[in-house]
């Protein structure tokens, strides 16, 4: 069985800080990675996807993350943070069927203040 | 529209009524999938679609919940006799094809009274 957990449900920095949102995975098989965002009212968005290719992915808005298979980590980073980042962010791993099946963490709620 | 369309937005039920939650996939997505979301959780696969074919339905909770997607497009979430720990946001996803990312609709927030 696949399983995601995120530390921290609550995160907060200051704007113009780093962001650090974290993700470590459970999978029996090479796992697919995932992290999406979701602004309130509005349906999540796809940040940035992990598929065994490179191992530090990028994604929109100058968010990364990198795979470590053997820390089982895939942690969210953003070099400065904007007052536009303040949203909910679940890491998600592909389920035994593949594409056709996300398992998402609880999420993280990130807050930036000024 | 440009987007995954999901209606109503809210949904107030009471409890033993039936409900029925609507999608309008992206035109051409072959693919079409329903979530629930409780709150402070993220989202949990309850059925996937390939055009008109339901190919997975292993995250229904009960059988008080069907979907169907006959024409492969418009899908409908129908739960019966409602209970209160249905209430959530259920959200409605839809991608070209197998290895496309998703797009989400803004989903149907149901609370069951």
């Known amino acids: 069985a696949q399983s995601v957990t995120q530390l921290g449900s609550h995160v907060s920095v200051s704007e113009g800080a780093l962001v650090l949102l974290r993700c470590n995975y459970s999978s029996s098989v090479p796992p697919y990675l995932f992290w999406y965002v979701q602004y309130p009212n509005q349906g999540l968005q796809l940040l940035l996807k992990?598929?065994?290719?490179?191992?530090l992915v990028k994604g929109i808005n100058d968010f990364e993350a990198e795979f470590k298979k053997s820390e089982t980590s895939f942690h969210l980073t953003k070099p400065s943070a904007h007052m536009s980042d303040a949203a909910e962010y679940f890491c998600a791993v592909s389920g035994s069927g593949g594409y056709n099946k996300l398992i998402f963490g609880a999420g993280t709620r990130l807050a930036v203040h000024p | 529209g440009a987007g995954v369309s999901q209606s109503p937005r809210y949904k107030v039920a009471k409890r033993g009524q039936d409900v029925a939650l609507r999608c309008d996939p992206i035109?051409?997505?072959?693919?079409l999938f329903w979530y629930q979301q409780a709150l402070g959780q993220g989202p949990e696969f309850l059925t996937y679609?390939?055009?008109?074919?339901?190919?997975?339905k292993s995250g229904l909770p009960s059988d008080r919940f069907f979907a169907e997607r006959p024409e492969g497009s418009v899908s409908t979430l129908k739960i019966q006799r409602t209970q209160k720990e249905d209430s959530a946001v259920y959200l409605c996803?839809?991608?070209?094809?197998?290895?496309?990312?998703?797009?989400f609709g803004s989903g149907t927030q149901l609370s069951v009274l």
């Open positions: 992990y598929t065994s290719a490179a191992t």
């Open positions: 679609f390939q055009n008109e074919a339901q190919l997975d």
């Open positions: 996803a839809s991608r070209p094809d197998s290895y496309e990312k998703l797009f």
């Open positions: 035109s051409g997505h072959v693919s």
